[in-house]
């Protein structure tokens, strides 16, 4: 008698389509808001707000190496889960007080840190788990496990998506003259927080009922016996050579000296790309390969160098491309201005409307052997990738700095972008599963999560370079007869009024400061003018300025603010002297100066194109090297 296999879906994808749709809601919603936050609320430049950015985005792919090694020898995914669900719900509640407390800017900044910390690791736990525990759910060889993947890549599109569109509509405010309103950023935080509160009340409550085999056994249980399962006794586990882990820790100490000290990365870039170089060492110089093995692996860390490339321009979207959305982009629709966030829906949505299209183009290819190799599609992907930036720097060569370009331009990147992710995005884990020796798999899965890691880093560096027309230098003490003189000039309500392109006459001082203390100040009897469009970057990074002075020179721009600070459980008012670079240095890449937007935009195109086309013209080479895998 032959088993019949039910064509529907168990109960439990659907509840793990669930629980990974809001968990992804958290994770975009957050990042759709989250440089918008620390540019205009916590006064952060841009540079340093990227620099942040991809700090947190790189470790959020780093973690996952920790969560899944405790998941599959100790806590089994279940608890896992739960745990990283928590810890980023703490997170999410604790930016949601770093936004409620964001007039306090450094006790912001250190819940902010912390809120990051707890999303960070909650992510690792929860990330390489949830998905795992899919084709559990079906018997070996069930024809059904492949559309069942595609319906929970459903949820985590489907999260994407709605996300910026909730949080960004709920934490990205303007008023009448439209500045940004940094007190609603918390909302946009609390919407993510409840979002993985959904995300894990439904797991908890449901996952008993609904995450079993076919035979009713539990999926995600700790293992009983952690280092002795039957399922690893055919593999013989991978010993581990004293001399050689003295050896990767004393290269690894090297590196990070190198990139630390040598290269001046932060200490979170220096970690991080020092683990993507000692790993993938320790693991082709194991003498157990054979030399097919160790080809095929060498194939996997060449992609994974390439794909590197891939992430860290694709990746702009929530960093340089959300500033260049804000900033110069006419956002202006039927007398509505969208919130920048939401550009961040248009990849999800092409993602929706196109992948179904490019399983076709795929499959009516490969029914004529014409289905170009693995090598051949990712240097497609980098391809689209350079003509997205080709395309966008099109349309911003020659503005200026105060002028506003048609969304298309972004909007057309994205859809470009969207088609170059459909080409490479999907071979990547299949692969590492397909080239892998069966007993380095989960150690050559960790290697390309760690590509992403430093992709995501990188494309934080790569933000920086952002040029920026003005710049926060530092927030200065001072004492009261300077604050005086500042008071004395108000920069009164006709002056905002005013278009981008006038000039405002604001008095001048002969000023002496450092970055922390404001010395002397004296007035020159001078007027001096300053662009409206510098003043209106000013009034939008810090909306409660009131009052200005300009400083002789006319590279310095002294403001005054008064904030709200808590002190012994009151509200007291604290006044606040900003002073603001009005021509900071502009940035340079490998000799390039970065003066304008285009300039900027051509990095991406360089690097891109270059990229795929070395890896187009080494293909045949990596097919041979694959040794017959395609």
């Known amino acids: 008698m032959t088993e019949t296999v039910s064509k529907k879906h168990p109960k439990g994808l659907y509840l793990l389509y669930f629980t990974e749709m809001w968990e992804r809601f958290s994770y975009y919603g957050m990042r759709a808001i989250f440089t918008l936050y620390m540019v205009n609320a916590l006064f952060l430049d841009k540079s340093m707000a990227s620099k942040i950015y991809g700090s947190y985005t790189g470790l959020v792919y780093l973690t996952p190496l920790l969560g899944g090694y405790i998941a599959d020898r100790y806590w089994g995914n279940r608890k896992s889960i739960i745990f990283g669900g928590l810890l980023m719900a703490l997170g999410q509640f604790l930016m949601f007080f770093s936004g409620s407390i964001y007039h306090d800017v450094e006790t912001a900044k250190m819940v902010m840190y912390g809120g990051l910390g707890f999303l960070i690791f909650g992510n690792g736990f929860f990330k390489p788990n949830i998905s795992t525990m899919v084709g559990q759910l079906y018997k070996p060889g069930d024809s059904r496990v492949d559309s069942a993947f595609t319906i929970f890549y459903q949820g985590i599109n489907l999260g994407a998506l709605i996300a910026p569109l909730v949080c960004g509509g709920l934490g990205e405010q303007y008023d009448v003259n439209g500045l940004i309103v940094p007190s609603q950023f918390k909302y946009g935080f609390l919407a993510a927080a409840i979002g993985m509160i959904l995300s894990l009340a439904a797991f908890i409550w449901l996952k008993n009922k609904y995450i079993h085999t076919p035979d009713g056994e539990p999926v995600g249980m700790p293992p009983k016996q952690a280092y002795n399962r039957k399922e690893e006794q055919s593999t013989p586990p991978v010993k581990s050579n004293p001399l050689k882990v003295v050896i990767a820790v004393i290269g690894w100490l090297a590196l990070f000296a190198g990139f630390y000290f040598g290269v001046k990365l932060d200490e979170i870039g220096a970690m991080i790309f020092s683990t993507c170089l000692v790993l993938p060492f320790m693991i082709i110089s194991d003498k157990s390969l054979t030399n097919i093995e160790r080809d095929r692996i060498l194939v996997i860390y060449i992609i994974a160098f390439f794909v590197i490339f891939f992430w860290s321009a694709f990746e702009q ?10 900033e110069q982009t006419d956002r202006n629709i039927f007398g509505w201005s969208m919130p920048a966030s939401f550009f961040q829906i248009f990849n999800a949505m092409f993602i929706v409307i196109l992948a179904p299209i490019a399983v076709s183009v795929w499959s009516f290819l490969a029914a004529r052997g014409k289905e170009p190799a693995s090598p051949v599609k990712q240097s497609m992907g980098l391809g689209f990738l350079a003509l997205g930036y080709l395309f966008i720097a099109w349309g911003v060569n020659g503005i200026q700095p105060w002028d506003k370009v048609s969304m298309i331009w972004l909007v057309g990147l994205y859809l470009i972008h969207t088609v170059g992710e459909l080409c490479l995005s999907p071979i990547g884990l299949s692969m590492v599963v397909k080239l892998a020796p069966v007993r ?51 920069l009164g309500d006709d002056v905002w009024s005013r278009s981008v392109k006038d000039r405002v006459g604001i008095p001048s001082v002969k000023a002496e400061f450092d970055k922390n203390e404001m010395k002397s100040m004296t007035l020159s009897n001078e007027v001096d003018s300053l662009s409206m469009y510098s003043l209106k970057l000013i009034k939008t990074a810090s909306p409660s300025i009131t009052k200005a002075l300009i400083s002789d020179d006319g590279n310095y721009l002294f403001a005054y603010k008064q904030v709200e600070k808590r002190k012994d459980k009151d509200l007291v008012k604290e006044d606040r002297l900003e002073v603001w670079n009005l021509h900071p240095k ?26 795929a086309l070395i890896l187009f013209v080494i293909h045949k080479w990596l097919l041979k090297k694959m040794h017959g895998v395609r």
């Open 440 to 490: 380095f798999v989960s150690l050559l899965m960790g290697v390309w999560f760690m590509s992403t890691a430093t992709a995501n880093k990188f494309a934080g560096d790569l933000s920086a370079l952002y040029p920026e027309e003005v710049k926060l230098e530092s927030v200065a003490t001072a004492s009261n007869d300077i604050i005086s003189l500042v008071q004395d000039n108000v």
């Open 317 to 326: 979207a929530g960093a340089s491309l959300t500033f260049f959305a804000q």
């Open 586 to 611: 502009k940035p340079s890449f490998l000799g390039m100066q970065i003066n304008t937007l285009y300039d900027f935009f051509m990095i991406f195109v360089y690097m891109a194109g270059a990229a």
